[in-house]
């Protein structure tokens, strides 16, 4: 089990207002009492910190933001000696264009490390080679002052994509990971890996402009690329744990890319498990900045197609990341009475499913975005644009502002709330960014109740390291839609974990055979009576393990 920390926002030490790396050492007692066995962290390595750590100036090098070399292996050290394993995040796709490759290849088309980027010449005095725009705004491309080249980068000016066509910055690439392989990392996060087989025809897009990333993503030789390199890295260490962002990628690609056949990755991570309700957005406005609730029958749809993984362990299972809102506003507001049994009963929904949870910090004691008042103080690509749109369209500032908030990467990268103190136990300096100080939603507070989202976090946990959630067999029932019921099954065990997105109470049939009318469960007067299992409005989900033939009942399950 995978617990994700986003350095800059977890625990500052030297009072600058970003989080360190002494601060994640401080707090290795409090993430190892979570069960979690991995701690994969965003990047940390040096970088022009325009896109937190994903414009990389130095793959081999720690950020000084973030501490010193000798912290770096201080902390893999620290976990090692807790039997804990680390994954890096490692952006492969794109370096800053302050990283010294770079800075060497735009001296001139015959410098050695011009093909370690994508260049193309300008045609026919158009301002840009083709129509391609950039995932955070503008073309794809940008002239090289000194020739009449162009380079290509897919998310951003300053982020120039790498050429993986070109042996030596595959040789390279590979370097980067036996080195800290080396140092005793055991996995990596390969960052917009789907990206690094450019067509070098740059074809037009169809559209009169269009993102370059559609054209450009899963091509055929990323087995080829990434092969070649878990070949080469084998040098440093076997078993090295390899998840891939394939945010596009739905189940079939994640066949592909995880089929061992191909030697790409062992997992991936995708955004496609949370289909919004289209037709609840307003065809004004660009729907991607736009807020629209889960579409729970498409939910299950796509969580049933990625069964298809189960032979290989599942995929990973997680509700939220650093680009994504928390995870608590995908089906209660922060405000509402539910606020402790939504996290509760989603975490419970994907964590027990086959497969490996990916929690995000601050999931754990159900924190919410923080909410930024004015569009300007967003970082995040787009939001001036969507802002303007949407006010054309008839929106209000607030109206605009709750979709923003509800939307952007940058509400969910708010500072973990360790207390409830003025400034949350996080610093001593002035937070980077914004954060909630709220009381019952912080670990302090959360440490002295049992009731607590974090205590159920942790008995979630311990319960997902059984042999019944760890190999049983996975059956989604079929229930309305409101309804996401499943059983696990191993030998004579078996679990049935019930979650209801409702408002209302509600009850669901089951089957004669697993249940034999036995009471399974009661707690606050909810009971399973001759086979049905009342579920109240947004309650944890009900557990239940019968040891057949007897039918023994063990309520120790219910969490
Ligand atoms: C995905 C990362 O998760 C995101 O934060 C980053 O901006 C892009 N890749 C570009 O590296």
Redesign the pocket.
Known sequence: MIYQIYPRSFRDTDGDGIGDINGILEKLDYIESLGVNTVWINPMILSNQE??G?DVISYTEVDPLFGSEADGERLIRALKDRGMRIIFDF?L??TSDQHPWFQEALKGPKNPYRDYYVWTDGKDNRPYPNNWTAAFGGSAWSRELNSNQYYLHL?KQS?PDVNWDHPPLRKEMAEVLKYWIEKGIDGFRL??FIYIDVDKDFPEHPEETGPGQDLNENGGNIPYYLSEMNESIKEAGEDVFLVG?ATSADAELAQWYTDPENNMVDKIITMQYFPEKEDEKDDAVPGDKQHAPLDLKAFKEVQKAFKAQEDRGGPVLFWT???MPRSLHKFASADSEFRDNAAKMMAALLYLQKGIPIIYNGEEIGMKNTAFDDPGNIPDAGVMDFYQEASKAGWDHKKIMRHLNLIA?DVSRGIMQWDDSEKVGFTDGLSWTLYNRESKYNVEDQEKDENSILHFYRKLIELKKTALFQKGAYEMLETKDTLYVYRRTLDEKEALVCCNFSEEADTIEIAEEWTSGHIVLENDGNSLEGGRLLLPHMEPPYLSKMNKPSKTVHNDLYL
Do not use: G, K, S
Request: hydrophobic share 20%; glycine share 0%; charged share 35%.
């Open positions: 896109d937190n994903y952006p796709n794109h998310f982020m960052d917009a962002e990341n650093h680009d990467r």
